[in-house]
């Protein structure tokens, strides 16, 4: 079945860093998008950062600029999220989602993880 499971979360202090990841399963990563989504606590979701398919297109929320770094390894069906600098403000569950859609009004293909806590605090 399709899966998509984060892990590399947990507790940091401010200043500190965690690396998440998010293994996929049942689909062709290859194929899709990746993003890091996120989700504080009281708050709705925010998008946090993006890479393309092929790893060499990436985005980031002006937040998050200069401290995050996405990436992936195909090769291993991961995406990583390299959080540095971390803020009590970062704290949130993490998601990781996969996105396809190769033409407008064909299929669109979208999954989720089930999320990793990451809290900073002092």
């Known amino acids: 079945e399709v899966q998509l499971v984060e892990s590399g979360g947990g507790w940091v202090q401010p200043g500190g860093s965690l690396r998440l990841s998010c293994a996929a399963s049942?689909?062709?990563?290859?194929?899709?998008?990746m993003s890091w989504v996120r989700q504080p606590p009281g708050r709705g979701p925010e998008w946090v950062s993006a890479i393309n398919s092929g790893g060499g297109t990436t985005h980031y929320v002006d937040f998050v600029k200069g401290r995050f770094t996405i990436s992936r390894d195909n090769a291993k069906d991961t995406v990583y999220l390299q959080m540095n600098s971390l803020k009590p403000e970062d704290t949130a569950v993490y998601y990781c989602n996969a996105d396809l859609r190769r033409n407008r009004g064909g299929p669109w293909y979208n999954y989720w993880g089930q999320g990793t806590q990451v809290t900073v605090s002092s």
């Open positions: 049942g689909f062709t990563f290859g194929d899709y998008n």
